[in-house]
């Protein structure tokens, strides 16, 4: 009775020990050494379920006889397949094993004993389970108190068992949280970068306004915008849509913003401009990715405004309490061929009026229900949103609509308005 109240205790003991340990590297070698101690044993050790290959795979082993220095050699590991060996038997059948005499049983394989020089007599194995989820093995060998393990042995090394499954469970659980935050942290540093490709806005004469705005659907997005100054006082204003959404996104986007950069210093004309924006975008998209864009050409002082489209919606004209599409020049999105035709349309702003360009996020945001803003509200807001500038109101009923929703795309819209 002082035997099992002793045991007991033990276990008690064993459980406030590994509710205490957050990292696996600790927690492998107080398993070992609890196991020892609950049951008295010359050695230990621990294979984990590897549930991607169906293998036992060595964790650690530990060695009372042989020592440390010796024990060194098993650190290089060994796998072992499912039913093979003693610890394979108790894996593949979930099965506690209680081998008096290892030499003689064809289940063991002495693949451990020929690479240390241990001799194993008898093997007690007990499969460590959570939640009818196989988690590994834990086996004790050689008992030093009697001949071979016994039923009292092997009951406390499966209760044993249990609070290694929970302990495994909980050590796996903390470190894929480690990893989150770890992950959000520098999300949230590249979110903090890819803001500052967004462009400050113009001060320009007469009220007239060049403003964007972009909500990504993530912490960074695939969504681009920029304003460009020309040395004739004239302006580069594109928004730009990559396929695809987060961080593969948003490293193309960078790339993209990278090249139109370059290539506004030679100041061509918005078609001729795309051209050779797509043949940059070919080398590192190849066709596996793409973006769509609008590129605009336009002068503040005349509101004359000479555009491009590759894929996209084209720009919107608000006037008069009206809106219409702009005519849709011809263009592919950017990235999908190595060679492409890109046309140069014209229009003039007048006074009062506005172009509003967006992504698809717009009008594909959902709310609750799963139904879309859709271009017929998109349109509707614009019209009953008072006089220009309107971006900013329809950005604001975007978020209306989607409420509590977490936002499915890039959210981005940009406005050019005559003053």
Same mark, same amino acid.
């Given at each position: ?5 002793? =045991?007991?205790? @033990? ?21 070992? =050494? ?7 044993? %010359? ?5 984990? #379920?590897?549930?991607? =290959?169906? $293998? ?62 241990? &001799? ?34 092997? +009951? ?12 495994? $469970? ?6 894929? =949280? ?5 992950? +959000?942290?520098?999300?949230? !540093? !590249? ?28 912490? &960074? ?14 302006? #580069? /204003? #594109? ?12 490293? /193309? @986007?960078? !790339? ?20 050779? /924006?797509?043949?940059? !975008? ?6 596996? @990715?793409?973006?769509? *864009?609008?590129?605009?050409? #336009? ?32 263009? @592919?999105?950017?990235?999908? *061929? ?9 229009? $003039? ?6 172009? /509003?360009? &967006? ?54 819209? &940009? %406005?050019?308005?005559?003053?």
């Amino acid at each position: 009775m002082d035997r099992q109240a002793a =045991r007991l205790k @033990m276990l008690i003991q064993a459980n406030e020990v590994l509710a205490n340990i957050e990292s696996l590297v600790e927690l492998l070698p107080q398993l070992l =050494r609890l196991a020892q101690d609950v049951t008295g044993a %010359e050695a230990s050790s621990i294979m984990l #379920y590897d549930e991607e =290959r169906n $293998v036992l795979r060595f964790a650690l082993a530990m060695n009372d006889v042989l020592g440390e220095e010796k024990m060194k050699e098993l650190k290089t590991g060994f796998e072992l397949p499912m039913g093979k060996g003693i610890a394979g038997w108790v894996a593949e059948n979930q099965s506690s094993l209680n081998v008096v005499d290892a030499q003689n049983d064809p289940r063991f394989s002495n693949a451990a004993d020929q690479k240390t020089g241990f &001799v194993t007599n008898c093997i007690l194995c007990v499969p460590i389970i959570h939640r009818d989820k196989l988690m590994g093995v834990v086996q004790v060998l050689n008992s030093t108190a009697k001949e071979c393990f016994d039923l009292d042995d092997k +009951e406390l090394l499966e209760s044993f068992g249990h609070l290694a499954g929970v302990a495994l $469970v909980r050590s796996d659980l903390l470190l894929q =949280r480690l990893n989150q935050q770890k992950l +959000e942290t520098q999300l949230e !540093a !590249a979110s903090r970068i890819q803001k500052q490709f967004n462009p400050v806005q113009p001060e320009l004469d007469g009220g007239d306004l060049i403003w964007g705005s972009s909500v990504p659907a993530q912490f &960074v997005g695939g969504d681009l915008y920029d304003f460009i100054p020309i040395s004739d006082g004239s302006w #580069y /204003i #594109y928004i730009a849509d990559v396929s695809g959404k987060g961080l593969p996104a948003a490293l /193309i @986007m960078s !790339a993209l913003w990278t090249r139109i950069r370059a290539e506004a210093l030679n100041e061509k004309d918005p078609g001729a401009m795309l051209e050779s /924006i797509n043949k940059g !975008a070919w080398e590192f998209m190849n066709g596996k @990715m793409f973006a769509t *864009m609008v590129l605009m050409r #336009y002068e503040p002082a005349s509101g004359k405004c000479s555009y491009a489209v590759a894929g996209h919606t084209p720009p919107l004209h608000v006037a008069g309490g009206e809106v219409r599409e702009l005519e849709r020049p011809f263009g @592919m999105p950017v990235g999908i *061929m190595d060679d492409g035709d890109f046309t140069t349309a014209e229009f $003039v702003l007048g006074h009062g009026e506005s172009l /509003i360009i &967006v992504t698809d996020g717009v009008d594909e945001a959902r709310a609750a229900d799963g139904e879309f803003f859709g271009e017929e509200r998109l349109l509707k807001t614009l019209k009953e949103s008072g006089e220009p500038p309107l971006g900013d109101k329809l950005i604001q009923a975007v978020s209306q609509w989607r409420a509590d929703t977490p936002p499915n795309d890039d959210t981005t819209v &940009v %406005e050019i308005f005559r003053g």
